[in-house]
């Protein structure tokens, strides 16, 4: 995405390319371009640029994709923290 | 069948501003089902959206003069990214709803057209195994369609990549500020008696601006200039705009004649102030990951609250040694 970067080596994007079937869905869901097809297998180019929203590893039909998805708002990890800390009810207000 | 305008009237604009103002935000929905845009064949094509209004709003209005299917999922008034981060724009409810609307009566084809950022929560291969339905994701951007549609249903390179131009940011601040509002206003409170009980009513007040200017500085400043701020953290970027507040607050409200622990204190509590809110707005980003946020909380939290309860004890401390 032009012009904005976020944190370098964080992502916990992990691509198995032996069991890729090279259909091409990875790179077809990325929204950041973080995939690209080579020798017939998919191939991580951009792996900094992943959000971790799990698109690639929910449409990959050979589970050759693993990536811990969630959501990535600091509210919502507070609340989820809060949550597990059993601390009080969460609020609806978020997206 | 319902039959879908597509132009947007007033009531919808004014719905879509309300939304973005917070008001009814959660509550702003049409009902699932499938929709006729024009007067669709059954060799028609078949979009897929969400069904919180504005997000349907945005679709219908960018297909005038088309005849397509739009088959509405229920994701209780969540626009598609988010719904999908959470599952109900997703694998489960799109099987559901093609068998619930009579889908597959209704064209004779077997495809469907997603729009991009619900990859999230749909997998493909699996609606394909349980429906028969072939998945393609076209397009980010509903603005897209026309030319995806016209294009051979073809995705250009552009139409993948996602944008978040100043615009785009602009839209999400309302909201961030409405949200920002009940805490701020009782944290203000706190911060006016405090201060009035320590030094007098005037001190109080230039408490309370330097604080609402903190809060502004970091849910709408940062997320405006994003990308021109220094730093790649969010809370770097929110503790930027925040010192570059308190210094521009110091020099044109008299800072020279604040006390020595209350100069440290504002320089210390308000850039962490705003970190705080800035930090916040990676909920509304379309880039920032969750490891990435993760890491950045671990450091950033303990930090502006070691801040914060600091800047409270040098004013103390200063008051009373």
Redesign the interface.
């Known amino acids: ?8 080596n ?3 994007l992990e691509l198995n390319r032996d069991a890729c079937i090279d259909c091409g ?1 990875c790179s ?6 973080v995939f690209s097809l080579e020798e017939n297998k998919a191939r991580l180019i951009n792996f900094d ?7 690639c590893a ?2 990959c ?1 050979a589970a050759a994709i693993r990536v ?11 609340n989820e923290w809060l949550r597990e800390q059993n601390f009080y009810r969460v609020s ?4 | 069948m319902p039959q879908v305008a597509t132009t947007l009237a007033f009531a919808d604009r004014l719905g879509a501003w309300k939304a973005r103002w917070g008001i009814g935000r959660l509550n702003y929905l049409v009902p699932p089902g499938l929709y006729a845009v024009g007067a669709p064949t059954p060799d028609a094509p078949v979009l897929v959206t969400a069904n919180y209004k504005m997000s349907y709003d945005i679709v219908r209005s960018s297909l005038t003069g088309r005849n397509v299917w739009l088959l509405v999922l229920e994701t209780y008034g969540i626009n598609v990214w988010c719904a999908a981060g959470k599952g109900t724009f997703g694998t489960e409810e799109l099987v559901r709803r093609i068998g619930i609307s009579g889908l597959a009566g209704a064209v004779m084809h077997r495809r469907l057209i997603l729009p991009i950022l619900g990859a999230p929560g749909v997998a493909a291969h699996e609606v394909k195994k349980q429906t028969g339905f072939t998945i393609r994701y076209a397009a980010i951007r509903a603005g897209d369609l026309p030319a995806y549609l016209d294009n051979g249903m073809v995705t250009t390179p552009a139409m993948q990549e996602l944008t978040f131009t100043l615009r785009e940011r602009s839209v999400l601040i309302p909201v961030e500020l409405v949200q920002a509002l009940k805490p701020t206003a009782l944290t203000a409170a706190v911060l006016f008696i405090a201060g009035a009980a320590l030094k007098g009513p005037a001190d109080g007040l230039t408490t309370v601006y330097a604080y609402l200017g903190a809060v502004v500085a970091g849910a709408a400043i940062a997320p405006l200039l994003l990308p021109w701020i220094p730093g790649r953290s969010f809370a770097v970027k929110g503790a930027v705009t925040g010192l570059t507040w308190i210094t521009a607050f110091y020099l044109l409200a008299g800072g020279q004649g604040w006390s020595v622990p209350a100069t440290a204190a504002a320089f210390l509590s308000i850039p962490a102030v705003s970190a705080f809110y800035a930090l916040n707005f990676t909920g509304c980003t379309n880039y920032t990951s969750r490891s990435g946020v993760k890491k950045e909380m671990r450091i950033a939290l303990p930090t502006m609250g070691c801040a914060v309860i600091f800047s409270a004890l040098m004013v103390l401390a200063g008051r009373f040694l």
């Open positions: 995405m032009k012009g904005f970067s976020y944190l370098r964080v992502a916990t869905r077809e869901v990325c929204p950041h371009q640029a992943c959000m971790e929203c799990g698109a929910k449409n039909p811990d998805a969630g959501v990535g708002c600091a509210t919502g990890l507070i609806k207000e978020c997206c």
